[in-house]
C-alpha cells in the first residue's frame, strides 16, 4: 500500500516569501556565499526544519543537513538539496526551490507518519554560484562530501578578495577541518542525491511542460582571466597601419568565433559559446587608441570533442589576427570541467514518479553545471529535476509558477518515498 502523501506547499510557500524578502536588494535577490545573504537564509531554513522536528546539524563547511530518520538509521542516506546562495541580483528560486522542495517531501512524511526506508537528509549547500562569489566548482557540496580540493579554500571571493577559508573562519566555520576532508557526508554514506532546480533556459516553457529530467550536465573550458596586448596611442595622429588595437583585435576574435560556433553547429556539434566579459583595460580612455583588452571565454558541451574544435577554432582565428594587426592573445589559465552524466537509473525512477501522478514530463540535458555534479564525480547515484521557469536566469526577471513547482515537488516527494 502506497501512502497519500502531498508535498508540504504551505511550508515552501512561506519560506519561499521570507527568503525573498530578506534577500530583496531592491533591484534582485542577493545572498551572498560565505556572507550575511546567504548566514540569514540558512539561519531561517534551519529554523523551519527544527519547527518541523527534523534532525540538524552544520558541517565543518557550514552545509545544513536536515534529517528525517529513516526505519534502517545505519543505511546510506538519501539526499535532498540544492543551495541557498544567489548570485548578485538574482532569483529568489535559483537554488532555494531544491531545498524547499526536499523540505516539502520530508515534512508531508513527518505530517503523514511515514518513515522512509532509510534516513533522507535535506542539504543546502554553501556557495554554488561561483561566477558571483567564489570562482571554483562547488565548494560547498564537496565539502559536504569530503572531497574538496585544499586548493580550492584558497580562492578569493570576487568582490572581498579574501580567501574562501577566511569566509568560512569568519562564519563560525572549520576551514582546516574541511582541508583535512571531515565531512557528513562521506559519498559511501550516500545511496542517491536529487536536486530540484529551475530550469535556467527556455526550453520548458517552449515545449508546455512543466517538469524536466536531467540527464546530463555539460563540461566546460574556462578561460577566466585572458588578455589581448596590442600598443596605447594617439587616436587622432595614429594612421591604421600604424595601429595595434587591443579592443578591435577582440571584437574580431569573438565575433569570428560566434561565426565559427555557427558552423560547428551546422555541422551538427551541440555547444554553447560565450565572451562572459570583453572590456578595455583601465588605461583606456577618451583620445587613445585600446592598448590592453580583457575577454572571459566559456564553451560548455556534452562533448568533449565539440569544446575541443571551439578551441581549436579560437586558436587558430587568434593566431591569425595576432599576425594581421599587431598584437599578442594571452589566454591564462584555462579551467576544464568534464561532462557528468545523471544516473540512469534515478533518471528511470523519476520517469516513473512522474507517469505515476501524471506529471508531463521530458527528458533533457542541462546548459548550467549544478551542486549534482559534485555528487556524480564523487560516485553517488545522482539525478535532477528541471522546474519550468520564464525570463530566464541569474536575473530579477526570473519566475517559476507555483504550480509547477508544486508539480515537480510531488515529483520529488514520489521519488523520495521509494528510495
Ligand atoms: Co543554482
Same mark, same amino acid.
Given at each position: 500500500m502506497r501512502p497519500n502523501l502531498t508535498p508540504d506547499l504551505d511550508l515552501a510557500t512561506? @519560506? !519561499?516569501?521570507? /527568503?525573498? *524578502?530578506a534577500g530583496f536588494d531592491g533591484i534582485g535577490i542577493t545572498r551572498d556565499a560565505y556572507g550575511p545573504g546567504e548566514a540569514r537564509a540558512h539561519a531561517m531554513v534551519r529554523a523551519a526544519a527544527d519547527a518541523i522536528g527534523l534532525e540538524t546539524a552544520c558541517d565543518a563547511a557550514g552545509n545544513l543537513l536536515m534529517t528525517l530518520p529513516g526505519l534502517d538509521r545505519a543505511a546510506p542516506v538519501t539526499v535532498i538539496g540544492s543551495h541557498l546562495d544567489s548570485v548578485r541580483h538574482g532569483g529568489n528560486d535559483d537554488g532555494a526551490a531544491g531545498v524547499l522542495a526536499g523540505l516539502a517531501a520530508v515534512s508531508a512524511m513527518r505530517r503523514a507518519g511515514f518513515v522512509p526506508a532509510r534516513d533522507i537528509v535535506v542539504l543546502a549547500a554553501r556557495a554554488e554560484e561561483s561566477g558571483s562569489w567564489f570562482p571554483t566548482g562547488f565548494p560547498g557540496s564537496r565539502a559536504a562530501l569530503g572531497t574538496l580540493p585544499p586548493a580550492a579554500l584558497a580562492a578569493r571571493r570576487l568582490d572581498t578578495g579574501r580567501t574562501l577559508a577566511e569566509h568560512m573562519a569568519q562564519e563560525g566555520f572549520d576551514p582546516e577541518a574541511v582541508r583535512a576532508g571531515v565531512c557528513l557526508l562521506p559519498p559511501s554514506r550516500v545511496a542517491a542525491y536529487l536536486e530540484l532546480h529551475i530550469e535556467q533556459g527556455p526550453l520548458l516553457d517552449a515545449a508546455a511542460l512543466p517538469v524536466g529530467i536531467?540527464?546530463? #550536465?555539460?563540461? =566546460?573550458?574556462? /578561460?577566466? =582571466? =585572458?588578455?589581448?596586448? %596590442?600598443?596605447?596611442n594617439h587616436s587622432g595622429a595614429t594612421p591604421r597601419a600604424y595601429?595595434?588595437?587591443? =579592443? #578591435?583585435? /577582440?571584437?574580431? @576574435?569573438?565575433?569570428? @568565433?560566434?561565426?565559427?560556433? %555557427? *558552423?560547428l553547429e551546422a555541422a551538427g556539434h551541440a555547444l554553447v559559446v560565450t565572451f562572459c566579459v570583453l572590456a578595455t583595460a583601465p588605461e583606456a580612455g577618451f583620445t587613445k587608441i585600446p592598448g590592453a583588452a580583457a575577454f572571459q571565454l566559456d564553451v560548455r558541451s556534452l562533448a568533449p570533442d565539440s569544446i575541443d574544435a571551439a578551441y581549436a577554432a579560437l586558436h587558430r582565428l587568434a593566431a591569425e589576427i595576432e599576425r594581421r594587426r599587431g598584437v599578442r592573445f594571452d589566454f591564462g589559465e584555462q579551467l576544464v570541467s568534464l561532462p557528468t552524466p545523471m544516473s540512469g537509473e534515478i533518471q528511470a525512477a523519476l520517469?516513473?514518479?512522474?507517469? *505515476? @501522478?501524471? #506529471?508531463? $514530463?521530458? $527528458?533533457?540535458? !542541462?546548459g548550467g553545471g549544478h551542486d549534482a555534479v559534485a555528487f556524480a564525480q564523487a560516485g553517488v547515484p545522482a539525478g535532477m529535476l528541471f522546474v519550468r521557469n520564464q525570463n530566464g536566469s541569474h536575473s530579477p526577471a526570473e519566475a517559476m509558477r507555483a504550480e509547477d513547482f508544486a508539480a515537480a515537488a510531488a515529483v520529488v516527494l514520489r521519488w523520495a518515498e521509494q528510495a
Open positions: 512561506h @519560506l !519561499s516569501d521570507a /527568503l525573498r *524578502e536531467v540527464t546530463a #550536465i555539460p563540461g =566546460a573550458r574556462r /578561460l577566466r =582571466a =585572458a588578455r589581448v596586448v %596590442g600598443e596605447y595601429r595595434r588595437d587591443a =579592443a #578591435i583585435a /577582440l571584437a574580431e @576574435l569573438a565575433y569570428r @568565433l560566434d561565426e565559427a560556433w %555557427g *558552423e520517469a516513473r514518479a512522474a507517469g *505515476e @501522478l501524471a #506529471i508531463p $514530463c521530458r $527528458c533533457m540535458p !542541462s
